[in-house]
């Protein structure tokens, strides 16, 4: 139940998450998507 601590850490770590780390899924799938071109167009003398 809501009492249980248990349930309590899981809500706490539910809203940390929803709070701090979901919101950055927006950057990097943009981030995903804009592919490897600016990468791969670097000497490989550059590494």
Do not use: N, Q, W
Not at 9 to 32: M, Q, V
């Amino acid at each position: 139940g809501s009492g249980d601590p248990f349930y309590a850490a899981k809500l706490a770590t539910a809203r940390f998450y929803f709070a701090r780390l979901l919101p950055e899924t927006a950057g990097l799938i943009r981030s995903a998507r804009s592919g490897v071109a600016p990468l791969m167009a670097m000497d490989e003398a550059m590494f």
